[in-house]
């Protein structure tokens, strides 16, 4: 059995495009088309069709593929916003798996979003928080068993030393004006009174978008120019070497799906701060970070301030934050929870590929 993945994009930093690539890495025969990507493009040794941003492109390449399919496939639909388009598959005798993510979910489906839901065979949220968010705004699958399968990432070799000596959070995300839930502002607001608590304490930002020169601008206005830098988008290598140097890692998102940021962090040995929500499946609170209401200014500049300050309290969470992300949050441990998931052929193909990948 074949797998067709329907993605909005294969290639990019964000974690719809980071979820994509861990499902082609999961599955063998795998087909990808993106509505996003180059018309003709090969990613990681995969094929992927892409429909360069058209839209109507994009449904007539899942219409081709879907009446010349000459055997039963799983598609697996990677946004909501495209599981209309798995309807022709369902057609023709598909299963479908839909994966729901964060924001996208958090809102009433469109009529055809919903019968292409109720046509999916599993519907699958990256987190509990996100699946309860979904059936608050989505009350006709209040009832309907959805399953969680939390994310992983390839487990590199890493450093668990100490960070560099300068007192230093890191906050990696986009910074989009309809994103702002993640925290940047917050971040900002607090980090005069916390530079003043701890002498030098340095906020790094990385990521980019429309809401980076506002965000600029505004750290400029509070004269923090001299603690806080923005780095902008950058390179994997120096994104590795950031979370190797901070202190500890900060995002008080008040609306991730799942937050690939923390166990990033904790891939790197760091300790974390995250919002309620979907960071508390993550962060084991006091443990390898903490958990902060983000409407609680006071509470997250304490925290802030607790973990600059305490740098070996703060390195050992990070160490434990390792041990369990090395325990939860593998590529593997993805691999087999989405395995679990899938069609028991769709699954047996995924399996071949991981024997393959070991030598087995």
């Keep these: 059995m074949s797998v067709i993945l329907l993605t909005p994009n294969l290639s990019g930093a964000d974690g719809i495009s980071t979820v994509a690539r861990l499902v082609t890495r999961a599955c063998e025969d795998v087909t990808v088309l993106a509505l996003h990507e180059a018309d003709r493009t090969t990613f990681d040794e995969v094929d992927v069709e892409g429909s360069g941003g058209r839209s109507s492109h994009f449904v007539t390449a899942a219409t081709r593929w879907a009446v010349s399919a ?20 369902a057609a023709r005798g598909a299963s479908l798996l839909t994966i729901v993510h964060g924001v996208e979910a958090w809102k009433p489906l469109t009529w055809l979003q919903r019968v ?36 992983g990432l390839e487990p590199i070799v890493t450093s668990q030393g100490p960070a560099e000596w300068v007192p230093s959070a ?42 980076r020169p506002r965000l600029e601008q505004k750290a400029a206005t509070m004269n923090l120019g001299n603690h806080i830098e923005f780095l902008g988008r950058i390179s994997d290598e120096r994104l590795a070497h950031e979370y190797q140097r901070c202190t500890a890692v900060v995002m008080p998102s008040r609306g991730e799906g799942f937050g690939l940021v923390f166990i990033e962090a904790m891939r790197a040995a760091r300790g974390c701060i995250g919002g309620h929500g979907s960071a508390s499946e993550i962060i084991v609170d006091g443990d390898t970070g903490f958990v902060v209401d983000p409407e609680n200014e006071a509470d997250l500049r ?13 390195a050992a969470m990070g160490i434990r934050g390792r041990a369990r992300f090395l325990q939860h949050f593998t590529e593997d441990h993805f691999r087999s929870r989405l395995h679990a998931l899938l069609p028991r052929a769709a699954y047996a193909t995924a399996s071949e590929a991981v024997s393959k990948a070991h030598g087995v």
């Excluded at 065979?121 to 399953?147: C, G, K, L, M, T």
């Design 116 to 151: 292409a839901l109720d046509r999916s065979e599993r519907i699958v949220a990256v987190s509990a928080y996100s699946r309860d968010r979904f059936r608050v705004a989505n009350p006709h699958f209040a009832q309907r068993h959805i399953d969680v399968c939390h994310l």
């Design 70 to 89: 000459d055997r039963p496939a799983t598609v697996i639909v990677n946004h909501l916003h495209l599981a209309p388009v798995a309807l022709a598959f």
């Design 302 to 314: 304490q925290t802030v301030v607790r973990m600059l300050r305490d740098r070996t309290g703060t």
């Design 170 to 211: 890191l906050i990696v995300g986009r910074m989009a004006r309809d994103e702002r839930y993640k925290g940047h502002d917050l971040l900002i607001d607090i980090w005069r009174d916390v530079a003043a608590d701890v002498p030098g304490a340095v906020l790094r930002v990385v990521g980019d978008g429309d809401d």
